[in-house]
């Protein structure tokens, strides 16, 4: 059993940064892929990101990439997600997942789930 908790969300104008924290608070991270996802409201959780569990391979979906990236201290047993040039439509509520299959785009590619934190892109 793996619990996670995600961190470091918050209001931030457009165009700046933030990185959000996802870590284990029971179990362990090193044997697991990791995913980003995010829910605006009114819509479906989509994919953001996703890392193998030995970081060596990243995916992102378009909407993100050369803005956001992925990266994981299996030995801190956590993972981020480096947020840069944030829009407006970045705005959602952020969840990390873990699980044990990749390519991991899909929500049920993951077994654990954290709570989320929300990012609100505003000026």
């Known amino acids: 059993q793996v619990q996670l908790v995600e961190s470091g969300g918050g209001l931030v104008q457009p165009g700046g940064s933030l990185r959000l924290s996802c870590a284990a608070s029971r179990g362990t991270l090193s044997r697991n892929h990791m995913g980003w996802f995010r829910q605006a409201p009114g819509k479906e959780r989509e994919f953001v990101g996703a890392i193998t569990w030995s970081g060596g391979t990243k995916d992102y979906a378009d909407s993100v990439k050369g803005r956001f990236t992925i990266s994981r201290d299996n030995a801190k047993n956590t993972v981020y997600l480096q947020m840069n040039s944030l829009k407006p439509e970045d705005t959602a509520v952020y969840y990390c997942?873990?699980?044990?299959?990749?390519?991991?785009?899909?929500?049920?590619?993951?077994?654990?789930w954290g709570q989320g934190t929300q990012v609100t892109v505003s000026s």
């Open positions: 997942a873990a699980g044990t299959r990749w390519p991991g785009i899909r929500r049920a590619d993951y077994l654990y």
